[in-house]
């Protein structure tokens, strides 16, 4: 076992570290050809090994190659819609807050007091003007400035003239919002988000222009539910990117959307991969239906595109309705899926007149949802056989889902 021992010597402690110790580095948790594998044309390719599934240690390694140095959905606008709103998130150990301020922008900052290192907020709340530290009071505005130190210079001396308050302000993370989603780069290192996310735009500009995407409203009735999952995250992802499983996972969804009326999304550069289908037909009920984006191509009136945005976002596009479904890792084995509703204007989002058609399409949904459950979660435990050698692939039918796996892959080595 490694062991941090000390000694006394004239006088003062001298802390050392067992020999033995080491930064933990990939290749002592994996095989570093197993991933370089994942590379391979799809014929001959192997996926992620099982350590990507099954190893703690990989997953902190994970955390800070695949979510923290990239572009990582950590919620929607639409859970804070109000100035002062604030909510708390744990992305894998590290405590971040989001807030809106009173200009309506939303701001990410870790979610810490520079005082002495308390969890500032536990739970989500709306805040009257500050952020107050329950521990000593020192409070920030919605900014994440320092404006207030109580009894910083001794009792009733709430200012110090050792004391900057202007190098103790919350420290920020690097955020963006697109189509409602809260993005960060915790590292500060990915690319630009315009450029992230342009691809992407580009390819649905023939459904939806920059102006569209401004129209799409939150549910509030039957806008949001989530599963806890006993599963790793990418098994979500890797499932959502091929329409392979819809006979044998989805017979009665594959009754009305067979998998011959399905195509495969692919990106290059490889930032997101997904399927389409060319037979979605509009939920109705009597004679009303959804509201529908005025500038979708009237010749792919029933395509509907479902794309896996890496890493951790799903998004289903239609004529009529938006969702993101979006994942929070947990643990190794365990997943949150938040999925959000959206509507193309407020009428289709909160009218009552359509409030049963909503009910309908989000139970929809989330039968869908629950089927596809079962088959991740039973890989989850596929993944524990020591003679599964990552899987191999349908050079035809798992290409969406190789392109995730060489996506992972890429951010690792």
Same mark, same amino acid.
């Given at each position: 076992?490694?062991?941090?021992?000390? &000694?006394?010597?004239?006088?003062?402690?001298?802390?050392?570290?067992?020999?033995?110790? #080491?930064?933990?580095?990939?290749?002592?948790?994996?095989?570093? #050809?197993?991933?370089?594998?994942?590379?391979?044309?799809?014929?001959?390719?192997? =996926?992620?090994?099982?350590? !990507?599934?099954?190893?703690?240690?990989?997953?902190?390694?994970?955390?800070?190659?695949?979510?923290?140095?990239?572009?990582?959905?950590?919620?929607?606008?639409?859970?804070?819609?109000?100035? =002062?709103?604030?909510?708390?998130?744990?992305?894998?150990?590290?405590?971040?807050?989001?807030?809106?301020?009173?200009?309506?922008?939303?701001?990410?900052?870790?979610?810490? !007091?520079?005082?002495?290192?308390?969890?500032?907020?536990?739970?989500? !709340?709306?805040?009257?003007?500050?952020?107050?530290?329950?521990?000593?009071?020192?409070?920030?505005?919605?900014?994440?400035?320092?404006?207030?130190?109580?009894?910083?210079?001794?009792?009733? #001396?709430?200012?110090?003239?050792?004391?900057?308050?202007?190098?103790?302000?919350?420290?920020?993370?690097?955020?963006?919002?697109?189509?409602?989603?809260?993005?960060?780069?915790?590292?500060?290192?990915?690319?630009?988000?315009?450029?992230?996310?342009?691809?992407?735009?580009?390819?649905?500009?023939?459904?939806?222009?920059?102006?569209?995407?401004?129209?799409?409203?939150?549910?509030?009735?039957?806008?949001?539910?989530?599963?806890?999952?006993?599963?790793?995250?990418?098994?979500?992802?890797?499932?959502?990117?091929? &329409?392979?499983?819809?006979?044998?996972?989805?017979?009665?969804?594959?009754?009305?959307?067979?998998?011959?009326?399905?195509?495969?999304?692919?990106?290059?550069?490889?930032?997101?991969?997904?399927?389409?289908?060319?037979?979605?037909?509009?939920?109705?009920?009597?004679?009303?239906?959804?509201?529908?984006?005025?500038?979708?191509?009237?010749?792919?009136?029933?395509?509907?595109?479902?794309?896996?945005?890496?890493?951790?976002?799903?998004?289903?596009?239609?004529?009529?309705?938006?969702?993101?479904?979006?994942?929070?890792?947990?643990?190794?084995?365990?997943? #949150?899926?938040?999925?959000?509703?959206?509507?193309? =204007?407020?009428?289709?989002?909160?009218?009552?007149?359509?409030?049963?058609?909503?009910?309908?399409?989000?139970?929809?949904?989330?039968?869908?949802?629950?089927?596809?459950?079962?088959?991740?979660?039973?890989?989850?435990?596929?993944?524990?056989?020591?003679?599964?050698?990552? =899987?191999?692939?349908?050079?035809?039918?798992?290409?969406?889902?190789?392109?995730?796996?060489?996506?992972?892959?890429?951010?690792?080595?």
């Amino acid at each position: 076992m490694n062991e941090i021992c000390c &000694s006394k010597i004239g006088g003062m402690i001298i802390f050392f570290v067992d020999q033995n110790y #080491k930064k933990t580095i990939l290749s002592d948790i994996l095989d570093i #050809k197993k991933i370089k594998a994942v590379d391979k044309p799809i014929e001959v390719a192997n =996926g992620l090994p099982n350590e !990507c599934y099954t190893n703690k240690e990989y997953l902190a390694y994970e955390k800070d190659k695949v979510f923290g140095d990239n572009w990582t959905a950590i919620g929607v606008g639409s859970s804070i819609p109000n100035p =002062g709103d604030a909510k708390p998130y744990n992305l894998l150990g590290t405590p971040l807050v989001l807030i809106r301020d009173k200009n309506m922008e939303i701001r990410v900052f870790h979610n810490v !007091c520079s005082h002495r290192g308390f969890k500032l907020l536990e739970k989500s !709340c709306t805040l009257k003007n500050v952020l107050r530290c329950p521990y000593h009071s020192w409070s920030y505005d919605f900014n994440g400035n320092l404006i207030a130190t109580p009894h910083i210079g001794g009792l009733n #001396k709430h200012q110090s003239e050792k004391f900057d308050k202007g190098r103790s302000n919350l420290k920020q993370i690097k955020s963006k919002i697109w189509m409602d989603i809260i993005f960060v780069n915790i590292n500060s290192n990915a690319i630009n988000f315009e450029e992230y996310i342009k691809p992407l735009e580009q390819r649905w500009s023939k459904f939806i222009t920059k102006k569209d995407q401004e129209l799409i409203v939150h549910s509030d009735d039957y806008g949001y539910f989530n599963l806890d999952v006993k599963c790793n995250w990418k098994f979500a992802i890797e499932n959502y990117c091929e &329409s392979y499983h819809l006979p044998t996972i989805h017979p009665e969804l594959n009754k009305v959307s067979n998998i011959n009326d399905h195509y495969h999304i692919q990106s290059l550069p490889n930032r997101f991969a997904g399927q389409g289908s060319k037979k979605y037909e509009q939920p109705i009920k009597g004679n009303k239906k959804f509201d529908t984006f005025p500038n979708w191509d009237k010749n792919m009136l029933k395509n509907s595109e479902y794309i896996a945005l890496f890493p951790n976002v799903m998004i289903g596009l239609h004529i009529d309705h938006f969702y993101v479904f979006w994942l929070e890792p947990l643990a190794i084995n365990k997943t #949150k899926e938040h999925m959000q509703m959206y509507y193309i =204007g407020n009428d289709s989002a909160n009218g009552d007149e359509l409030k049963e058609l909503r009910k309908k399409n989000s139970r929809f949904w989330k039968g869908v949802m629950l089927e596809d459950i079962s088959a991740i979660e039973r890989m989850q435990e596929g993944r524990n056989s020591p003679v599964y050698n990552g =899987g191999n692939f349908s050079p035809v039918m798992d290409q969406p889902t190789h392109q995730f796996h060489k996506w992972v892959a890429s951010n690792l080595i």
